[in-house]
């Protein structure tokens, strides 16, 4: 038996204080020590509770963590800024990928809904960086579909870039970040739009009249 698995027993009897630190490799959480706290993980369910994995995916929770001591375990998991650190189905999602899927698309979609539904806030620098830009990306695209469906990429840029747009993107709170983060809506649209006929066409045509405009206004 895995010393990690024998320390983790005994944890859960009270033999000892903890796991013991030194069943990983520092205390960063990610990388080797995100998979030794998978396999911890995999064995309380699975050998010392016997779920299989459906039972594991309908029983797994917050309470779980608590009540066999994996709270220690679970801070060894790198979280995405998407979800909050120690949740369950971000975890079960590393144990059992073909059963609880979440990749990057939906999390952020996931993320949100919940901030449109004003029950969650974007994490600090959300949109900051390359990252942070196909988030950007993927909430407008996601907002679009959902609240604003346009016939066109011809509809889409003028509609985006009218004083509607600008309500539009206030009201579901995408405004405010991509003025404090000088987000380039222009290249956002493009970006969700590149695969359409005529696509680069409208980009460079309303890039061309908002730096028109621009150099107008430096006069």
Not at 10 to 32: C, Q, R, T, V
Request: overall charge negative.
């Amino acid at each position: 038996m895995d010393t990690l698995f024998y320390d983790y027993e005994n944890s859960l009897i009270g033999e000892s204080k903890d796991i013991g630190m030194y069943n990983f490799f520092g205390s960063a959480a990610g990388g080797a020590n995100q998979q030794r706290a998978v396999a911890c993980i995999r064995y309380a369910l699975e050998e010392v509770l016997g779920w299989d994995v459906e039972e594991s995916i309908q029983k797994f929770d917050d309470y779980m963590i608590k009540a066999m001591k994996l709270t220690r375990v679970v801070d060894f998991i790198n979280y995405p800024d998407e979800v909050p650190d120690r949740d369950p189905r971000y975890i079960l999602s590393l144990l059992y990928p073909d059963r609880v899927k979440m990749n990057f698309l939906s999390m952020v979609t996931d993320l949100y809904q919940k901030v449109i539904e004003h029950t969650e806030q974007f994490p600090r620098e959300y949109f900051s960086g390359t990252n942070g830009f196909y988030r950007y990306c993927i909430c407008l695209q996601y907002l679009l579909s959902n609240y604003h469906p346009v016939s066109s990429v011809e509809e889409l840029y003028p509609f985006i870039l009218s004083p509607e747009g600008t309500r539009f993107l206030t009201e579901y709170r995408l405004k405010i970040p991509a003025d404090m983060l000088n987000i380039d809506i222009l290249q956002c649209l493009y970006e969700i739009t590149k695969d359409e006929p005529n696509a680069k066409l409208f980009y460079h045509f309303y890039r061309f009249n908002a730096e028109k405009k621009q150099k107008s206004l430096n006069v």
